[in-house]
């Protein structure tokens, strides 16, 4: 059973610059990590997603964001620049093992003022 820990949420201005954080129960080397989101009013949408063999991003963060992992301290981070007003969503860290099963954090709310 994984569980998940997302912080560094908050308020930034727009071209700002965010960082968040998922801590791991446990080893995330045999997981898949990922970073959803969902703005006010809309479905929930992959942001980016990241394994020992490949490294997506939604079209619309590319270039601006950064998955990246620290296996040590079994944590994925988000690295978020040049960000927008309509990048404002609450954000969801992601884990999928080996069996497909889904793992979800809480949640952090991102805000970026015009």
């Known amino acids: 059973q994984v569980q998940l820990v997302e912080s560094g949420g908050g308020l930034v201005q727009d071209g700002g610059s965010l960082r968040l954080s998922c801590a791991a129960s446990?080893?995330?080397?045999?997981?898949?990590m990922g970073w959803y989101r969902q703005p006010p009013g809309k479905q929930r949408e992959l942001v980016a997603r990241?394994?020992?063999?490949?490294?997506n991003y939604a079209d619309s963060v590319e270039g601006r964001f950064t998955i990246s992992t620290d296996n040590a301290k079994n944590t994925v981070y988000l690295q978020m620049d040049s960000l927008k007003p309509e990048d404002t969503a609450v954000y969801y860290c992601?884990?999928?093992?080996?069996?497909?099963?889904?793992?979800w954090g809480q949640g952090t709310q991102v805000t970026v003022s015009s």
């Open positions: 992601n884990a999928v093992n080996y069996r497909n099963v889904n793992f």
């Open positions: 446990g080893s995330i080397l045999s997981l898949v």
């Open positions: 990241t394994s020992s063999s490949s490294t």
